[in-house]
């Protein structure tokens, strides 16, 4: 773990990696808005989804199919198990042949297989041609992005590794250099006796390779030297010819906002070839390597088959705020949030386990994924699955499974350390905390509050004829660091005329819990809570919190399922529950009468739960907007802020690093109030912005016009 | 035949937007002008011309050698390498993506469009159609599906270096496309 925040801490100390990475990434989504103009782009990623759950369902049957065609057409088709006899088969052709240079496209395939490394090994001149993946081997670095392998490098450090490999000056200037590339790597083109690439697809029903290249390295890799070998992993297959469309309306657009790439590549079976020494040969030698290494393992695996639908276009990474700091670090031969999945079963588990954690469940890489792989979701069931084998640490064991679960010792315990933080307290704010001292430094955070919610709301204002009831779950952080934001909540509904009522026996939410992987203990949770909830009639379950909300609406029903009562307990709850600006918008006749105009210029920040997974961004916006607030929106709009919980203590400079970036996009606005619907990214922006961060709850409630007497 | 207009125009504005250069002939006459002034205008000396019907019914060479450059001689290789323009033809134009489709399974037409500097590709306007799907069933339809289908939009590129786009770095760094009107389609096949 320690070991792993090292790596972090190094990899945020490169500047130059992130910020490459988070200026691409701005550029990226608008480019790729663009690209998809006219498309659907749901429409398009469900159908690609559908294509590739019929390959995962078909794998060994469409695996035949494409040996007998790509054979008719004369391919030599092998069946690699693992890495060991992929690499084995490519060194002992190369041998029986007496080949000695190689020139390879850019393939990920090769890549896990560690096959540069091996051939070399064995005495072979191995010699990338994408340019990118070229100054990534002369450099011997490891390629740091899925599509821009050397998106790390700046034009003078690329320059500094021609001058030292290749002996050659040549000034940074890029077109230059890319005429050098094209010269040296012309003469390796023209000079080598086996090709190796990797394919974007192949196609069971016509024996067909499919492969996207931009500069077109792979159309030589294929066409000069008189042996090709392709590798390809199974699930690269597609039933029909048809379904590589929808991949090519896609795989282009996501990965590099791109209509389509310069060349798409069909090769089905043996085409003809002139060799090095000016031979024609009528029919070349194609040898296709049809890659197992742990996919069919992955196709048996109820959950994790899903990450079999990856066409590897990359878009998860460059949303990714935690891939966008860390690049490659973020990963192992494949990167980022789908990478994690991948080294789990391609390379090794225990890599796996420990990437995981640097996930901080934003949820942001589901939107975009070209294949609709909800990749959050795999990866928090990896965390269940190696916390289920290995536990959790014997810190967060105490926290989240000894205290949190246990609502009278948790809260006795806030109470505690509210009276003991005492000494860290200035002016309001938490200032260098004992044991923690990262986690403040910096930054002012707020204080545990000596009085929580619970303990305030008999003094709350109450409507004289209530429209109803309503339950309020206020959740850890409100009640506990943000009481304020539960007494706004309640002074607006209260002045629209509903009685807010605060069941004593909720607790934690549970999401902690979750989070770290508990299912069982999160369970256990979620029972007191919906027993303490069902204790009351009420209209609806409001929340002001989008991971209680979270928790509340779509995980209690998942993790109770099982059990017949507390499923439909949970069921019922989860239709009353939403969250408090929608509640509010979808009554906003009750409220806009009694409105003051807010005079602020706000800017509206999304938090990740209550944008990706609620849904529920639109209503503040509307509420402010119809409030006669002028909105702001910041540039890039959709940016985490880096609180993630748990994620936050366990890796607090890349927190930071990433609500740097947050807080650039909040400045930049020139809003002199930032709004939220959530208390964690209240905690994590309040602690470093200047300007006024405040609830929606809490605008409303200081607009309104007459406000009931307390 | 507005259908066909409005596909050539669309065809036209993309694979322009993808930086290559797009022209018009509609007699084998305009066409055989049109090539000989690319030639003279790009300033090439050596010049390695496909063999295809289209290509063929075109008589390209004293075309070639009228613009003051010679055809590339010695095998296929050394013409691949020494070209500095490679002619080739094209079946298909896909509007929608601009981009040109071709069976690339002989030698001689895959090498002259990928090596060389400049590349010259000729497609028939019939050979338009709306979209990648379009494309994909004419070659379904025709029966075998040809062992090197190559799609063809702008010329090389790459952006890796700074994410800047620079091009022609393993292929053609220019890609001039010349549709070929209705009237003259030659004894194609
Ligand atoms: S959920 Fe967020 S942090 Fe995790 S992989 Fe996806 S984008 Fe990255
Ligand atoms: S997981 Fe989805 S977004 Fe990420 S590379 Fe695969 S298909 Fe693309």
Known sequence: MNELREKVKKALANRRVSWALTHFADNYVIAREKAYAGKDFATLRQKVAQIKEETIARLEELAEQFTREATRRGAVVYRAASAEEARAYIADLARAKGIETVVKSKSMATEELHLNRYLQQQGLEVVETDLGEWIIQLSGQRPSHLVMPAIHLSRQEVAEIFREKLGVEVEPDIGRMVKLARRELRKKFLGA???????????????????LTNEGNARLTTTLPPVHVVVVGLEKLVPRLVDIVPVLEV????ATAQILTSYVTLITGSVPAVDPEGNYLPQKELHIILLDNGRTRMAADPVFREALKCIRCAACLNVCPVYQQLGGTFGAVYTGGIGVILTAFFTGFEEAAQLQELCLGCQRCREYCSANIDLPGLIEELRRRVVAKKGV??????????????RRLFHTFLRTAARLQAPWVKEGKLCRLPFFPELTEGRAL???SLVPFRDRTARLPRPQSPRGKVLFFSGCLIDYVFPRIGEAVDRVLAAMGWELVHPKGQGCCGFPVWQAGLPGTFARLAQQNLAALAEIEAEAVITACPTCTVALKYLYPEVLKGDAKWAELARVLAEKVT???SFVWERREEILPILAPIRERI????SCHLKYTLRADRAPRELLLAGGAELKEMAPPELCCGFGGSFTLKFPELSRAILKRKLQAIEGSGAETVALDCPGCLWQIGSVFSGKAKHTAEILAESLKYPLAL | ??????LISAFSAQARLLGAEVYRASSPGEARALVKEIIESTGVRRVALASSPLLASLDLIPVIEAAGAELVKGSLREQAETAEMGITAFELAVAETGTLVHDATELDTRLFSMLPLVHLALVPVRGLVANLEEALNYWLTRGEIPGYLAFVSGPSRTADIERVLTVGVHGPGRLLIVLLGEEEVC???
């Open chain 1, 193 to 211: 006796w086996m090709g190796i690439s990797g394919a974007n697809l192949a196609v069971a029903e016509t024996g067909t390779l499919v492969i």
């Open chain 1, 603 to 606: 800017t509206y920040h999304d």
């Open chain 2, 1 to 6: 035949m507005a259908e066909r207009e409005e």
């Open chain 1, 393 to 406: 640490g014997p810190a967060a064991r105490v926290a989240l499974a000894g205290i949190l679960p246990r």
């Open chain 2, 187 to 189: 004894s194609h096949e």
């Open chain 1, 579 to 581: 969250d408090f600006s």
């Open chain 1, 446 to 448: 707020p204080p545990l």
């Open chain 1, 251 to 254: 795989l282009p657009r996501s």
